[in-house]
């Protein structure tokens, strides 16, 4: 018999009731027809695209597969094939797309509907743009490039928190930061957003306080999340620390790299064909990718 979560572990832990107004049709088709047909985990995945598009008016989301895992709390490869599955079932169609380099980058969801359906309205209703309005924060650190956004983009979640994450990189010195940086900032300030309960003033709140520690990336925000400025300092010790951790990664990495180029192009070359065959995705890429030659010195700590 599986034990009962401690208060640590549990979620909804402290949970009072839902608040409203706060609310995301869901066709009685999926309710009535479908869901019985459907594993737990495909059904996740659809409320989290049912929230995602009809919650806020829209048809389809742009979502990396990351995102999508996290809001449905499952594993990035799960999420692959249960797409696979609901698009086999006719339920979704998936834009897929990737970046210049071959990776794989945000895709497309869209909802099927039937022929002739009507588009859902845009923009939020008056309620949910009454409670939006009460929950909007002052700038990050600095005010956003102007540029044109819809309803959609300026309401959403998501895209508050993927502006919030832009921002908080602007304001750390990245004005153009890398996709793995950008996603890894975006995970943590989701699972703050979704997991831990953290309201959107919160995790900026956090960013102001994560950049004036002078931290180098977004470990710091969990830290701090929750203090006011005036206990900031408090956590300095933390961001030094951190700061430090990340000074020896970036030593290890800069070791292995050597190590990897003093070998004889023989030995090289056998590693890498050693990492194309243990990943797919790598199997995929040629033999001098960036992508090919970390995971061929990865293989140099086993």
Not at 24 to 53: C, N, Y
Not at 189 to 218: F, K, Q, S, T
Request: proline share 6%; aromatic share 4%; charged share 30%.
């Amino acid at each position: 018999m599986s034990s009962k979560p401690s208060g640590s572990d549990n979620p909804f832990v402290g949970f009072e009731g839902y608040t409203s107004p706060h609310y995301t049709q869901v066709p009685d088709q999926f309710l009535d027809e479908h869901l019985r047909h459907l594993s737990g985990a495909e059904a996740k995945i659809m409320l989290v695209l049912f929230r995602q598009t009809l919650g806020w008016k829209k048809r389809s989301e742009k979502m990396s597969v990351p995102q999508l895992a996290l809001r449905a709390g499952a594993g990035e490869s799960t999420v692959r094939r249960l797409m696979k599955d609901l698009e086999a079932k006719g339920l979704v169609a998936v834009e897929r797309r990737t970046t210049k380099a071959g990776d794989p980058d945000a895709n497309t969801y869209t909802i099927r509907w039937a022929q002739n359906e009507r588009t859902p309205s845009k923009g939020p209703s008056q309620n949910e743009r009454t409670v939006l309005s009460q929950e909007e924060d002052p700038p990050l650190v600095a005010d956003p490039p102007e540029q044109e956004h819809t309803s959609e983009k300026q309401n959403s979640p998501q895209s508050a928190l993927e502006d919030t994450a832009s921002a908080f990189l602007r304001s750390i010195g990245y004005g153009k930061p890398s996709r793995a940086k950008r996603e890894r900032t975006l995970r943590i300030l989701n699972a703050l957003l979704v997991e831990d309960g953290y309201g959107l003033h919160e995790i900026r709140a956090a960013c102001r306080i994560a950049a004036a520690l002078g931290a180098h990336g977004p470990e710091l925000i969990p830290h701090v999340i929750g203090q006011s400025a005036r206990e900031s300092t408090d956590a300095r010790g933390v961001g030094e620390r951190l700061a430090q951790e990340q000074l020896e990664e970036q030593t290890r990495w800069r070791t292995l790299a050597a190590r990897f180029d003093a070998l004889p192009l023989r030995e090289r070359d056998r590693l890498v064909q050693q990492a194309k065959t243990a990943n797919r995705v790598i199997a995929q890429r040629p033999d001098d990718h960036p992508l090919v030659r970390a995971a061929a010195i990865t293989l140099l700590e086993e």
